[in-house]
């Protein structure tokens, strides 16, 4: 996982705050290295895999630990699990947030401030040649800054949508936006992150999507939809999915070539969204649709380390 600096700026605004990161797993373990949670003194969000491991890290927190702490998970925590993890805590709010800048973030959490000569040559070997740093390396955590999150445009605020929205939401990396054509449409609490927009037509608000960002169209009316793709396609996108069945999507093919799109254009677009298999359920559109995001973000992520190391 990478450092997402625009994740933990909006988490500073609700004050200084705890980061608990596992820096290092051997074994069988409950997360994976990267995995982390914030703490405050009223709340938590994240997760390093529940159970009494968390439990018991929330607590050191709140008491205001700060630096490394190796675990063995059976001996310590009674877990089945016969790994160990190495946990990081860092104090965290607005300004040292703010501080942060670059590729990658070295810092100690230990007492020695001197960067060692060990972490001087992995940060060189990893802006020269694209390899990946150990995350800790004696008491020094580095972790790599997240590049700009994947827009991501729901269309549509119904039932649909809605489970997208929650499904989606928690994901890191996306910056999503949510558009529909009235405060009534949207329901009374929006998942922290995600931007609503509201337009009488909505179709309007694509001049304001990057070009970049992915689409999934999801209204309540056909003729929104078949003006949403016409206007996308004039636009640019990167992705663009919409909910129907296999006669819609003749209509809309059909449709779509007479406003003067060639079929190479139409084609980019999917129909239906998510993983038809799983059912038409909102959650099972939902599920089907975020495993196939984070497949190919995964799969896009992958691809450009593997062009950074061959460069």
């Keep these: 996982m990478s450092l997402d600096l625009a994740y933990l700026a909006r988490a500073a605004e609700r004050g200084p705050f705890t980061r608990v990161v ?43 630990l700060i630096g490394i702490e190796k675990i063995p998970l059976g001996p310590a925590m009674a877990q089945c699990c016969g790994g160990a993890v190495t946990l990081a805590y860092e104090a965290l709010d607005a300004a040292s947030v703010a501080q942060i800048t670059g590729d990658w973030h070295a810092r100690p959490l230990g007492p020695d401030m001197s960067e060692p000569l060990a972490v001087t040559r992995a940060l060189a070997r990893a802006r020269d040649r694209g390899e990946t740093p150990q995350m800790l390396i004696g008491d020094w955590l580095i972790e790599r800054i997240a590049p700009p999150r994947q827009p991501v445009w729901i269309w549509g605020a119904g039932h649909v949508g809605r489970a997208l929205v929650g499904t989606l939401a928690p994901l890191p990396g996306l910056s999503i936006s949510w558009a529909d054509s009235g405060a009534e449409r949207f329901p009374e609490t929006i998942p922290e992150g995600v931007a609503p927009l509201i337009a009488e037509n909505p179709a309007d608000l694509v001049s304001l999507a990057p070009a970049n960002a992915r689409h999934f169209i999801v209204t309540y009316s056909h003729a929104l939809d078949l003006e949403l793709c016409h206007r996308l396609l004039n636009h640019g996108f990167t992705g663009l999915g919409l909910i129907g069945s296999a006669s819609k999507w003749a209509r809309f093919r059909k449709r779509l070539g007479a406003l003067g799109h060639v079929d190479a254009q139409i084609s980019r677009i999917a129909c239906p969204i998510g993983d038809p298999s799983l059912g038409k359920h909102p959650q099972a559109i939902a599920l089907g649709v975020a495993t196939g995001l984070v497949k190919e973000l995964t799969a896009a992520r992958a691809a450009t380390e593997r062009g950074m190391r061959a460069g």
């Design 22 to 64: 596992v820096a290092r797993a051997q074994g069988s373990v409950p997360r994976e290295e990267g995995a982390a949670m914030l703490v405050w003194p009223d709340r938590i969000e994240g997760t390093i895999g529940g159970g009494a491991l968390e439990f018991s890290t929330i607590e050191k927190a709140r008491k205001g």
